[in-house]
């Protein structure tokens, strides 16, 4: 999955606690000492409902990678560069 940069604002707002970048921008916050921060000016904002669907779909790549060698082959560099944690 092709991601930006985490861009936490330091101000009180909206979290998206299911975007894969919200473990990197909690620590940019905790080493930056802020009080609060927010999720809502992200350029990578939407990438939550993606992370969801892509959380859905990847034990059944996984699964027909294992039966279908070609199928490995084929897809499995890409399955890999998800990082989708199941």
Aim: aromatic letters at 10%.
């Amino acid at each position: 999955m092709n991601i930006g940069l985490p861009t936490p604002v330091n101000r009180k707002g909206l979290k998206s606690v299911e975007c894969p970048l919200y473990g990197e921008c909690l620590m940019h916050v905790v080493r930056q000492n802020w009080k609060a921060w927010t999720c809502e000016e992200c350029p990578n904002l939407g990438l939550d409902s993606i992370y969801q669907k892509l959380k859905s779909i990847t034990p059944y790549y996984r699964l027909l990678s294992e039966i279908y060698p070609e199928f490995k082959r084929k897809y499995g560099p890409v399955i890999n560069s998800l990082h989708v944690g199941v």
